[in-house]
T-cell receptor
Framework: AQSVTQPDIHITVSEGASLELRCNYSYGATPYLFWYVQSPGQGLQLLLKYFSGDTLVQGIKGFEAEFKRSQSSFNLRKPSVHWSDAAEYFCAVVNTGNQFYFGTGTSLTVIP | DSGVTQTPKHLITATGQRVTLRCSPRSGDLSVYWYQQSLDQGLQFLIQYYNGEERAKGNILERFSAQQFPDLHSELNLSSLELGDSALYFC???????????FGAGTRLSVL
């Protein structure tokens, strides 16, 4: 069965510091993977996606993620965090039926 | 703005009542998805419609039902409401075969 694990419920970083949010997935075939961000009171916005090809994918707002099949991971990174990045981040895997399975999310706090 | 419109933004009702949530997908998108987001369950896929037909079913209760109309807007009907149904309900849409889903801002349902 498909599933996504985000081990970190909450992360706090200082503005300007680097960020890595962890995501591990369970899926039998080649996964389609996504990272979404949810700001307070807002819907989910797509940050980036991995379907195939280059395992390092670039997204919006300076985010990137690396697909590592051997580790079943798809970690999200940003070299320098801005205060506006404070939000909830969700990793997701989609199956062949186009059903999304979301992780429980990681809440990011950015301190000045 | 994702282009997906959900109404109403907030809904307050009493136990045992019935409500209808509405979703207008992005122009040209044929698929509509419904999700429930609660604190204890996270983001759960409920149901998907494609061009008026039910395509996939997730963790949707029998008290809940949905439909997609010829103009492609969708409605999620929640009946015999319980306190535990209080949650954010999101609608997402996609072109169809594409795996990228675009989310609306959600409807916050409070059952008192």
């Amino acid at each position: 069965a498909q599933s996504v694990t985000q081990p970190d419920i909450h992360i706090t970083v200082s503005e300007g510091a680097s960020l890595e949010l962890r995501c591990n997935y369970s899926y039998g075939a080649t996964p389609y993977l996504f990272w979404y961000v949810q700001s307070p009171g807002q819907g989910l916005q797509l940050l980036l996606k991995y379907f195939s090809g280059d395992t390092l994918v670039q997204g919006i707002k300076g985010f990137e993620a690396e697909f590592k099949r051997s580790q079943s991971s798809f970690n999200l990174r940003k070299p320098s965090v801005h205060w506006s990045d404070a939000a909830e981040y969700f990793c997701a895997v989609v199956n062949t039926g186009n059903q999304f399975y979301f992780g429980t999310g990681t809440s990011l706090t950015v301190i000045p | 703005d994702s282009g997906v419109t959900q109404t109403p933004k907030h809904l307050i009702t009493a136990t045992g009542q019935r409500v209808t949530l509405r979703c207008s997908p992005r122009s040209g998108d044929l698929s509509v998805y419904w999700y429930q987001q609660s604190l204890d369950q996270g983001l759960q896929f409920l149901i998907q419609y494609y061009n008026g037909e039910e395509r996939a079913k997730g963790n949707i209760l029998e008290r809940f039902s949905a439909q997609q109309f010829p103009d492609l807007h969708s409605e999620l009907n929640l009946s015999s409401l319980e306190l535990g149904d209080s949650a954010l309900y999101f609608c997402a849409s996609s072109v169809g075969g594409e795996n990228i889903q675009y989310f609306g801002a959600g409807t916050r349902l409070s059952v008192l």
